[in-house]
């Protein structure tokens, strides 16, 4: 997310439900498989199991406490994205947390995505700096690495019988990723080749996936266009075009935000032929009636690309609140409950 720059301007700046044929009443699976054609609403929630551990609790509109992740599905959301690093410290999102998680998820029917940063921490347009591990790798040395850890955390994933339906190489990566060796406006070659060697690693363990190359700033079709160019050019391959979309970084109003990025993604259907996808979006949690609007009609653009290459939406840490490592970008109010900017999502 932006959050990684939203640090930097802070700090320095169906589901198919089984029933039971031997009884008239319906049982509750423990694994729900979901149904792919429909329309991706959800969240990244990759922070609960800190939030947890730190002892903060999540309430339903009514003030009842309830386990984050059912919660956002009560609200109507069918997806959970969860991002991956290397060798954090402390270990939120690496390898073992992101599992946890994904089990979670999978036993509440939810649909999953997995956000690669390929790094040790936060990764976005202002900094995609190699794991500690990787540090001294050159590119053929860093396109084994990327193979190696998304073949690792996949098959993890998959010996828990957790099966994600989209799979992002590399988060918000406007200037290529592993900093500098593939920084794209110095090496678009050696960036297509890392988005292939991460794209191979995810079609050997789950063929089905969706591969998502991730930008941010959805709104500005110059950068998409200059990225995808390139990456074409260079023989890069994945499936989905993924985009984040944040008003606050948009110098607009989110109106002007939501219109540019709609005819944004048409552009990349038309001339990638690829479909699209609103990976990250948010807002001030103290604007929920205006972040509301602001999301139903992200959600009907969405709906609305051509040829229903439109994938979802998915809001960023929307149970972030109370000032949560200074991020305000929520839609739960301080007292842990959401507002009604999340109602779009059960429309």
């Known amino acids: 997310m932006n959050l990684k720059r939203y640090f930097h301007f802070l700090m320095a700046s169906v589901l198919l439900i089984s029933c039971s044929n031997n ?7 423990t694994h729900v498989t979901p149904v792919a054609s429909t329309f991706a609403k959800g969240a990244d929630i990759s922070w ?7 002892g903060i609790k999540f309430y339903n509109a009514s003030g009842t406490q309830m386990e984050g992740m059912a919660l956002m599905k009560s609200l109507g959301m ?6 991956v690093w290397v060798n954090p410290s402390p270990a939120y999102n690496d390898k073992a947390d992101v599992v946890a998680k994904a089990i979670r998820a999978k036993n509440l029917g939810m649909r999953i995505m997995i956000d690669f940063h390929y790094s040790d921490n936060w990764a976005d347009p202002g900094k995609q700096a190699k794991p500690a591990a990787w540090a001294n790798l050159d590119l053929a040395g860093l396109k084994t690495a990327i193979a190696n850890h998304t073949t690792d955390v996949l098959n993890e994933l998959k010996k828990n019988n957790v099966t994600p339906e989209w799979v992002q190489v590399g988060n918000e990566t406007n200037d290529g990723m592993l900093w500098p060796t593939g920084r794209a406006s110095t090496n678009m070659s050696g960036f297509a080749q890392m988005i292939n060697a991460g794209y191979d690693a995810v079609k050997a363990v789950f063929p089905q996936a969706k591969v998502i ?9 110059s950068l998409f266009r200059w990225m995808f160019d390139g990456l074409k050019s260079n023989g890069a391959k994945y499936d989905v075009i993924g985009m984040s979309l944040y008003p606050t970084w948009a110098n607009s109003t989110w109106q002007v935000a939501n219109q540019n990025c709609l005819n944004n993604m048409n552009d990349m259907v038309s001339r990638y032929g690829k479909e699209v996808m609103i990976v990250e979006i948010g807002m001030p949690w103290d604007q929920a009636t205006e972040c509301q609007a602001f999301i139903k009609d992200i959600i009907t653009k969405t709906k609305s690309v051509s040829g229903s290459k439109g994938l979802g939406v998915l809001y960023w840490e ?14 739960f ?6 507002t009604v900017a999340l109602n779009s999502f059960a429309d």
């Open 318 to 331: 929307p149970q972030a609140y109370n000032n949560w490592v200074g991020y305000t970008l929520g839609a």
């Open 48 to 54: 609960i199991t800190e939030m947890e551990a730190k």
């Open 23 to 29: 009884t008239p009443t319906p049982v509750e699976p």
């Open 333 to 338: 109010d301080n007292s842990g409950k959401p």
């Open 213 to 221: 190359v991730h930008l941010a700033n959805g709104y500005d079709n």
């Open 78 to 83: 069918n997806t959970i994205r969860l991002r």
